[in-house]
């Protein structure tokens, strides 16, 4: 038998001569120990040794008193194990009753009833108290032997039912540990999945950007020579055209000097019939806007080159973000001035490495949108600045049109437009999002259909580690 195992017993019964007999038999002197495994060994056999345990016995003389007593064994956390109850008590509660109280106290507690005859019949009290488990009935007259094995026996399945207890708590935290384990395990998995999946579609976007981005690379290298000799020739076209018509206005004037009037005649109408006027205001306005097409062209091949990343001569220098905005605000002030008032919600910014004519383009584009998304009716563009530990950021929120959800993974992809052909060409947000990434930042938008639309732009202040301090 364990150490720790519990050898405390109560006997409540109101007979003084009970007590004298019980403790003989629970707590004998050491003859009669010998006498008592003697006694044992002539039942059980002649193996066996002497298990006689101490027990503790503590005496209580009526229900109150044990169950004081019970309570008190509780508190000091030395529990009984095993009561042994007198069924007739005249005296406050009888055993049915005093059981009740010691089993509201503590339900672990093993009980036998001694008595030699009851008030109740034995099928009612065990209903009454609904223990058919913990519960044994010793009849008087007793014999010792039957008390000291009950007693072992009764203070063994205490202990059982304590350590079966104690692994079920044990069990118990440890079912709960693994439970909270696996959450947190698989909260870990969601994220990482999450975190993969935004991975994944960085990972398409810059691919799109990076091979859209060769071809551009080819296709405005090749478009830039003919642009190049078309843009030249229509400069010469106009300057050659401009002679032609000095050449025209001589000949009109030699006109005068022509004898024949048939000749002339004929002239007149040649004249009439090639709308020679007409021709003469209408061919310089065909090449200007020859020439503003070409120009047109030569910028989409311009943008197409800095998203491409081909030009990249610039310097990266220590700017501060605030002039940029401001200096992007006045270049587009005339167009926004008759859509939207401008909110401006400033920080002071520290400066940042960074490419400022790129930057301005990216604040550009953000403001030019914003302002291309209000409609008819006067809108608000918000421009917020801000620093965030070594991050400074750009918010350019309106008040526009919002973008349908399924447009918004779209956004960033080259020619993706809603514009009408000639107003968009989709390039915008692409060269941002090359220009924010070449930049190490971030761009991100919020946007709801119908309420309006807020781009951030993040960037670090820092593009390479600061050298250590000497
Ligand atoms: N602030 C905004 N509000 C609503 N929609 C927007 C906003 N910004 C961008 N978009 C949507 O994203 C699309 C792509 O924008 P992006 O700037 O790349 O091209 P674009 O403005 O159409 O043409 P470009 O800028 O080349 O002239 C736009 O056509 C528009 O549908
Ligand atoms: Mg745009």
Known sequence: MSERSNRRILLIDDTQSIHVDFRKILTPTPEQTVELDEMEATLFGSDVKSASPLFELDSAFGGQEGLGKLKWAL??????????VDMRMPEGWDGAQTIEHLWQADP?????????????????LLDRLQ?????????????????????????????????????????GQMVERRTRQFTEASVELQREIDERKQLETQLVQSEKLASLGQLAAGVAHEINNPIGFISSNLGTLDGYFKQLQEMLDAYRDAEEAIGSNELIERLNQLRERVELEFLREDIPLLIKESKDGINRVGQIVKDLKDFSRVDSNQEWQWANLQQGIESTLNIVANELKYKADVLKEYQDLPDIECLPSQINQVIMNLIVNASQAIGPERGTLTLRTGVEAETVWIEVADTGSGIAPDSLQKIFDPFFTTKPVGQGTGLGLSLSYGIVKKHRGDITVRSEVGVGTTFRVELPIHQSKPLPPR
Do not use: G
Not at 75 to 84: H, V
Not at 108 to 124: F, G
Not at 145 to 170: C, F, G, P, Y
């Open 108 to 124: 672990r507690l093993q009980v036998v009833v001694c008595t030699a005859y009851s008030d109740y019949s034995w099928d009612e």
């Open 75 to 84: 508190q000091e956390n030395r529990p009984y194990a095993l009561a042994f």
């Open 131 to 171: 223990a058919h488990d913990r519960l044994l009935i010793l009849k008087k007259p007793f014999d010792n032997i039957e008390v000291q094995q009950m007693a072992n026996t009764l203070l063994t399945k205490w202990d059982m039912t304590e350590r079966a207890s104690v692994q079920m708590d044990h069990l």
